[in-house]
C-alpha cells in the first residue's frame, strides 16, 4: 500500500517562490511515474506537472511551463517529489495535490488524474496580488 502526504502549501504574495512537497510512503517508489494536479474553488482538479519514473522525463501544463519544476528524489529512507513552484500568479491559488501511477513504464507520463492509482490530501497553496 502506497501512502502520499503532501507539504509546504501557504499563503505567498504575486510573484514569490514556493516549493510543495510529497512524501512517499511504501515500496517501489521507483517504479512510480509522479504527478502534481490542483484543484480551485469551483474548478475541476487540472494537471500541473509531472515526472517518470527515473526523472529524466518531465512534463509541464502549458499554464505553468517555465515557472514550475518537478522534481524526485530517492535518498532513503524518504521519498519524495517536489514542484519548485516560481512567479507565483493569483490564478496558481489552489490545493496541490501529489499522485503517483504504478508500472506505467520507464517513460510513461501522465496528465490524465484517472491514470493515478494514489492520491495525498493535498496541501493549500493562496497567492495574493
Known amino acids: 500500500q502506497v501512502q502520499l502526504e503532501e507539504s509546504g502549501g501557504g499563503l505567498v504574495q504575486a510573484g514569490d517562490s514556493l516549493r510543495v512537497s510529497c512524501a512517499f510512503y511504501?515500496?517501489?517508489?521507483?517504479?512510480?511515474?509522479m504527478g502534481w494536479f490542483r484543484q480551485a474553488p469551483g474548478k475541476e482538479r487540472e494537471f500541473v506537472a509531472a515526472i517518470n519514473w527515473s526523472g529524466g522525463n518531465t512534463y509541464y501544463a502549458d499554464a505553468v511551463q517555465g515557472r514550475f519544476t518537478i522534481s524526485r528524489s530517492r535518498d532513503s529512507p524518504m521519498n519524495m517529489v517536489h514542484l519548485q513552484m516560481n512567479n507565483l500568479k493569483p490564478e496558481d491559488t489552489a490545493v496541490y495535490y501529489c499522485?503517483?501511477?504504478?508500472?506505467?513504464?520507464?517513460?510513461?507520463?501522465?496528465?490524465?488524474?484517472?491514470?493515478?492509482?494514489?492520491w495525498g490530501q493535498g496541501t493549500q497553496v493562496t497567492v495574493s496580488s
Open positions: 511504501g515500496r517501489d517508489f521507483s517504479m512510480y511515474a
Open positions: 499522485g503517483a501511477q504504478w508500472e506505467g513504464g520507464p517513460q510513461a507520463i501522465f496528465d490524465q488524474d484517472s491514470k493515478y492509482d494514489y
